[in-house]
């Protein structure tokens, strides 16, 4: 994806095109229309302060360490939306600073809902199925040496073929000898272990 074609989906998105799929006060994500065809979706920051712009210039932000994650969790072979490009961007009016595209997964359910409704239809095998693809990712991403507090059901989505894609991944970072960070492995495995309980 060329710069030019990032540059010209944010000014589309600056004009009001877009569906907003999430916003907060930091962030908004967007599914937008390609000029070729097609969709993708922008997840967009707003950081404009001091922090921010030091934390973008060490190449330290959230935008930054996402964009990276996602590099990572993919050669690790844990599904992620294809991540197709990064650009920081000058704040606007809407005080947005960086942006980051990646393949729209079309109409997805959260990883909770999922698991709500494989219990409601007593889809006991499915439920299992989709608990060991949970654990299957979690050892792909340990193996790798990544670790990520934020790993759990809310930040799991589940595509139309029944697939865990892994959403969110500011927090990830790559510590290579995860058993070196024991508090860190605990937390991204009590928020997995927690998420599902709490389902």
Not at 9 to 29: F, H, Q
Not at 60 to 73: K, V
Not at 114 to 142: N, P, S, W
Not at 157 to 164: G, H, K, L, M
């Amino acid at each position: 994806m060329t710069t030019d074609e990032q540059r010209a989906i944010l000014d589309a998105l600056d004009a009001g095109a877009g569906e907003v799929l999430y916003r907060n006060a930091n962030r908004r994500v967007v599914r937008v229309r390609r000029d070729g065809g097609g969709t993708l979706v922008v997840k967009l920051w707003a950081r404009p302060d001091v922090k921010g712009a030091l934390r973008r210039l060490a190449g330290r932000s959230a935008p930054r360490r996402e964009w990276i994650a996602l590099h990572r969790f993919r050669a690790a072979g844990v599904r992620v939306p294809t991540p197709l490009g990064f650009l920081h961007v000058p704040p606007g009016a809407s005080g947005e600073t960086d942006a980051l595209f990646l393949e729209d997964l079309g109409d997805t359910i959260s990883g909770t809902d999922h698991v709500h409704r494989l219990l409601a239809d007593g889809r006991e095998d499915d439920l299992r199925a989709f608990e060991d693809e949970l654990v299957e990712m979690t050892g792909r991403l340990l193996d790798a040496g990544l670790v990520d507090t934020d790993h759990g059901l809310v930040n799991t989505v589940v595509t139309r073929d029944e697939r865990a894609v892994r959403l969110d991944l500011e927090l990830a970072r790559l510590v290579r000898v995860p058993r070196l960070f024991p508090a860190a492995c605990g937390t991204m495995l009590g928020n997995l272990v927690g998420t599902y309980a709490f389902a």
